[in-house]
């Protein structure tokens, strides 16, 4: 998605050209951001942390740069996805299945919602634990192509991607960061610190 390259500097040398908004009338409609662009906003407005990674390498020391920063070199990591076990096979993780004695989560989710900036999980990422269940700290790798407009279309490719079996325990996470005066509106919500690394692959 050339969005991110633009942001984020990537290597890309074709420059976009730029449409004058001068003398919009109000009564035009709003224009509506592209769909890479309104999750940024909405994902980092949810207190997310936010990496984005032109090539494997780039997720790497991404990983790396994380783990360091929170010291997490000599703690275990919640791991359910054999996957990502393999995928991340250089850095000799200690994994458990236990949450209570792990540091973080790192996982992978179904989609990336644009909407309001939240990541849509199933039992394909956490079987069948609730959220509240979890380590608070979560890194999620992720790709581009898993993004979404919705809701209704992130389900829709749930529903499609898994038509022999549709997963289970299918729920959203929105807030990433701790909320410190909690009132009825954010009674029950289990906020996450959460890292996105995200492999441009589109």
Known sequence: ?????????????????????DERSKYMPDTKLPVDERFTINFKANGGKFLYCENIEEVYNSL????????????????????????FKGFELQDTKNTSESAYFLT??????SDDGSLLISSNQIAEKKLKELPS?????????QLVENIGEGLKGIKNKNRPKIPT???KIKHFKTIENKDFLTYGSSAKNLYLLLLEDL
């Open 64 to 87: 790396e740069n994380i783990i360091k920063e929170n010291d997490w070199s000599d703690k275990k990591v919640f791991l359910l996805d054999d996957r990502l076990k393999d995928l």
């Open 1 to 21: 998605m050339s969005l991110f390259r633009k942001i984020f500097g990537g290597k890309s040398e074709r420059s976009e050209e730029k449409v004058p908004n």
């Open 169 to 171: 325990n299918i729920t």
């Open 108 to 113: 992978t989710c179904e989609h990336l919602i």
């Open 137 to 145: 700290n979560f890194v999620v790798y992720t790709t581009t192509s």
